[in-house]
C-alpha cells in the first residue's frame, strides 16, 4: 500500500469513522449505566426467582462481550489502521460477531417481556408464541448477515444481501410495537378507580410505552440511515445503541417494581383507629350476715372492656391483591 495516493474527498471520516466513534461513545455510557442497574437489581430484588435472576447476569455478560467487541473494533480501525484509510470499509471479525451478541441479547429480553404478557393475560399462550417465533426468526436472520459479513472484503458489499438488514430490523419494529401496545392495553385492566394504586399502574404503563419507542426508534434509524447513506457508517450508531437499549429498559422496568410499590405504600393515607367500648354490669353476691337475702343481686362491681382495632379498608385490600400482580410483574 506504500505510495497509494487516495484523491481528496475520496474518503470523508466524519460520516463513516466518526459516526462509528458517536456510537461507539453513546453504548460505552449506556453500558455503565447497565452496569450499575444490574448492581441495583441483585441488591433490591432479592425475592426474583433464579431464572430471572440468571437472566440479568447472562444479559450482562452479553452486554460487556458487546461492549468490548465494539471497542475493540474501533481501536483497530483508529489506531492499528491510522495510516490505511482504506481499511475503514474493511470488515474486521469483531463487527459481525457483535451483531450475534446483540442479537442474542435481544432475544432474551424479548422472551422475558413474552413472559410477563403471559401472566398478565392470565396465561394466554397466543401472543407470547407469536413473539418467541418472530424473536428466533429475527435471530437467525442476524445470524445469516453475520455470516454473511465475515465473508466480504469491503462493506460495500452489504448491498448484496441488504434485504436481510431490512427483514430483520422491520420485524424487530414490529414485535418491539406490539409488546408496548400489549402491555399498555393488559395492564389497564387492573385500574379500579383508586387513585394511588392506579398510579402505579399508568407509570408501569409509561415504562412500557418508553421501552417500545426507544428501542423501535433507533431501529427505525438504522434503516433509513442505511437507505439513506449505504456507503457511510451513520447506521452504525444506530446498530451499537440498540442492544443496550433493550437491556437498560428491561432494567429499569425491573427496578421500578420495588420503588414504585414501596412509594405507594409510604404515601398511603394514615388508618384512623377506631375505639369501642363495651361495659358490662356482673351480679354479685350478697355475703350480708343478716341472712335477709340469700343472695342479692348488686351492681357495686362495674367490668370495662376496651376493645380497639384498625379501620378495614377496601383500599387495602385492593392493594394487597394488586401488589402480588406487581410484584411478579414480569
Known amino acids: 500500500m506504500a505510495g497509494l495516493q487516495i484523491p481528496p474527498g475520496t474518503i470523508r471520516l466524519d460520516d463513516t469513522l466518526g459516526a462509528a466513534f458517536l456510537g461507539h461513545t453513546v453504548t460505552t455510557l449506556l453500558y455503565g449505566i447497565t452496569t450499575l442497574q444490574a448492581f441495583i437489581y441483585y441488591?433490591?430484588?432479592?425475592?426474583?426467582?433464579?431464572?430471572l435472576k440468571l437472566s440479568v447476569f447472562v444479559l450482562w455478560i452479553l452486554d460487556s462481550v458487546h461492549a468490548g467487541l465494539i471497542t475493540g473494533a474501533i481501536y483497530w480501525y483508529c489506531v492499528t489502521s491510522f495510516t490505511d484509510l482504506l481499511a475503514i470499509q474493511r470488515p474486521i471479525w469483531p463487527i459481525p460477531t457483535m451483531i450475534i451478541i446483540s442479537n442474542a441479547s435481544n432475544s432474551i429480553v424479548r422472551c422475558i417481556f413474552g413472559y410477563r404478557l403471559w401472566k398478565l393475560s392470565d396465561h394466554n399462550p397466543i401472543l407470547p408464541s407469536i413473539i418467541g417465533v418472530l424473536s428466533v426468526l429475527i435471530f437467525v436472520d442476524a445470524v445469516y448477515f453475520a455470516v454473511q459479513l465475515y465473508s466480504i472484503p469491503s462493506y460495500t458489499?452489504?448491498?448484496?444481501?441488504?434485504?436481510?438488514?431490512?427483514?430483520?430490523?422491520?420485524?424487530?419494529?414490529?414485535?418491539?410495537?406490539?409488546?408496548a401496545v400489549t402491555q399498555c392495553l393488559l395492564l389497564r385492566r387492573f385500574e379500579t378507580g383508586i387513585q394511588r394504586t392506579d398510579s402505579v399502574i399508568r407509570i408501569l404503563i409509561a415504562y412500557s410505552i418508553n421501552t417500545g419507542l426507544l428501542t423501535s426508534l433507533c431501529a427505525i434509524g438504522a434503516l433509513v440511515s442505511y437507505a439513506a447513506a449505504p456507503t457511510k457508517f451513520i447506521y452504525f450508531a444506530f446498530y451499537f445503541v440498540l442492544s443496550k437499549l433493550y437491556v437498560n429498559s428491561l432494567l429499569a422496568t425491573l427496578n421500578a417494581r420495588?420503588?414504585?410499590?414501596?412509594?405507594?405504600?409510604?404515601?398511603a393515607r394514615p388508618r384512623s383507629r377506631v375505639q369501642s367500648k363495651i361495659?358490662?354490669?356482673?351480679?354479685?353476691?350478697?355475703?350480708?350476715?343478716?341472712?335477709?337475702?340469700?343472695?342479692?343481686?348488686?351492681?357495686?362491681?362495674?367490668?370495662?372492656?376496651?376493645?380497639?382495632?384498625?379501620e378495614i379498608s377496601t383500599d387495602e385490600?385492593?392493594?394487597?391483591?394488586?401488589?402480588?400482580?406487581?410484584?411478579?410483574?414480569?
Open 258 to 267: 420495588g420503588s414504585l410499590l414501596g412509594g405507594a405504600r409510604r404515601g
Open 317 to 330: 385490600i385492593v392493594e394487597s391483591v394488586k401488589d402480588k400482580r406487581i410484584e411478579t410483574f414480569p
Open 157 to 179: 458489499g452489504i448491498s448484496k444481501f441488504s434485504w436481510s438488514l431490512y427483514v430483520g430490523l422491520s420485524v424487530e419494529v414490529a414485535v418491539d410495537v406490539t409488546i
Open 279 to 310: 361495659a358490662f354490669r356482673t351480679p354479685t353476691l350478697s355475703t350480708d350476715p343478716s341472712g335477709s337475702s340469700a343472695m342479692e343481686a348488686g351492681t357495686n362491681i362495674e367490668f370495662t372492656t376496651v376493645i380497639s382495632g384498625g
Open 43 to 51: 441488591r433490591r430484588n432479592q425475592k426474583d426467582g433464579i431464572k
